[in-house]
């Protein structure tokens, strides 16, 4: 069965510095999208992709924060310089489509900066 | 403005009791899908349904079934004959038709516990 693929799944930091985050859709779903999910709450959004280009990324705070999908495949997601609030889950999800599409996320990763 | 009210926090019942999880959404929309998914404490969000607006028809699958009330706004999940296996954390999520973004607006989520 197909499957999100992401990496890291755990990853510490210490604060001030860079950390990146990997993501492989499932194959043949143009749609890609970053997720982040502080704990006790629900999955926010930070970007969108459709094949190599952002659809949206209003949510994504850009003075820290960059995220690219270069061939429209595979995306990552990077920080720098973390921060302690950037603590939290990082999904992955793909869609076939677009609008409306089921989003079959990955496993995630846990982020803790110290 | 969109959202989605997940008003229960945590529920806790005892194997084979019934729950129902209840799921209030906001959105100025006339289409839309809505979604519920399952969080286990490994983490990946797990796809259980999707629903058009445009279907208020009662879904079940297996121990599983949803109610879709557009009057209500509510779509609300009900398991039957719970499980161990079931305790996870459950999300219901709104997608809205405007744009082309195909954003999730997530709930805050429920938090249920099947004890046995």
């Known amino acids: 069965e197909a499957e999100v693929a992401q990496s890291p799944r755990y990853k510490i930091t210490e604060k001030s510095q860079a950390v990146a985050f990997w993501c492989d859709p499932i194959s043949g779903h143009a749609t890609l999208y970053w997720y982040r999910q502080i704990l006790g709450q629900g999955p926010e959004l930070l970007v969108q992709?459709?094949?190599?280009?952002?659809?949206?990324d209003s949510q994504l705070p850009k003075d820290r924060f960059s995220a690219e999908r270069l061939k429209g495949v595979d995306s990552t997601l990077k920080i720098q310089p973390a921060e302690l609030g950037d603590s939290a889950m990082y999904l992955c999800?793909?869609?076939?489509?677009?609008?409306?599409?089921?989003?079959?996320f990955g496993p995630g990763t846990r982020l803790l900066v110290l | 403005a969109q959202k989605v009210t997940q008003a229960q926090t945590e529920i806790s019942v005892v194997e084979k009791e019934d729950v129902t999880l209840d799921c209030v959404y906001e959105?100025?929309?006339?289409?839309?899908?809505l979604f519920w998914y399952k969080q286990p404490p490994s983490g990946e969000l797990v796809f259980l349904i999707r629903?058009?607006?445009?279907?208020?028809q009662n879904e079940i699958s297996g121990r599983y079934s949803w109610n879709f009330q557009k009057s209500t706004s509510s779509f609300n999940f009900t398991i039957t004959a719970s499980q161990v296996v079931d305790s996870a954390v459950y999300f219901c999520a709104l997608t809205p038709r405007s744009g082309n973004t195909g954003k999730l607006i997530f709930g805050q989520g429920t938090t249920l516990q099947v004890k046995p």
């Open positions: 629903r058009n607006s445009f279907d208020e």
């Open positions: 999800a793909s869609s076939l489509g677009t609008v409306q599409e089921t989003q079959y």
């Open positions: 992709f459709q094949d190599e280009s952002v659809v949206d």
């Open positions: 959105t100025r929309d006339t289409t839309y899908y």
